[in-house]
């Protein structure tokens, strides 16, 4: 049996799901490139990566980290791209999510059979709210112009936290966090 890709990832509040979905939807529109919404990937940041055999054992793990999450709120400040494709939003790294990340960590690294990406390891990450992936260079620069048009800083809030697979995105769990 082969081992998947899965992501756990926080999602937003509704209003900041509205004005991120919107930053998408005008990308999508301005550029032609519609991988975000073809794939109706939702308004989220990835706080890990995996690679898992099995898939009963991370959801597993999702149930017990409702218990040790709260809500909180990140500053999502600035727009920045990973080149070559990828055009994101990204929030300050605060205490609330850095502490968010290594209950995560703490949590999954006990699993047998797993695969946690070095890219999503606590203290050794870039938070980003992806707006645009496998864009073309000139898509890239028409995203990035619709973005210094539309966005503004702002805080928004972390109210759930999801498991899903990749490829195309499907969410498996969705945990509202408690207050």
Do not use: C
Request: charged share 25%; glycine share 4%; aromatic share 8%.
């Amino acid at each position: 049996m082969k081992d998947k890709m899965y992501l756990v990832s926080v999602y937003f509040d509704d209003k900041s799901n509205k004005i991120i979905s919107d930053y998408i939807n005008k990308i999508a529109q301005k550029t032609g490139n519609t991988f975000m919404t073809d794939n109706h990937v939702p308004p989220h940041l990835t706080i890990m990566s995996v690679e898992a055999r099995e898939e009963d054992k991370l959801t597993e793990v999702m149930g017990k980290l409702e218990r040790y999450l709260t809500k909180g709120q990140i500053q999502l400040v600035s727009v920045g791209v990973l080149l070559p494709y990828v055009l994101y939003v990204t929030p300050v790294l605060n205490l609330y999510l850095e502490d968010m990340i290594e209950q995560v960590h703490d949590m999954v690294k006990n699993i047998p059979e797993v695969r946690m990406s070095r890219y999503y390891q606590p203290m050794q990450w870039l938070p980003h709210i992806t707006l645009g992936k496998k864009l073309s260079k000139e898509q890239m620069q028409e995203a990035f112009a619709v973005m210094q048009e539309q966005f503004v800083p702002m805080e928004v809030t972390v109210s759930e936290i999801g498991l899903a697979k990749t490829n195309p995105h499907q969410d498996l769990v969705r945990i509202e966090l408690n207050d």
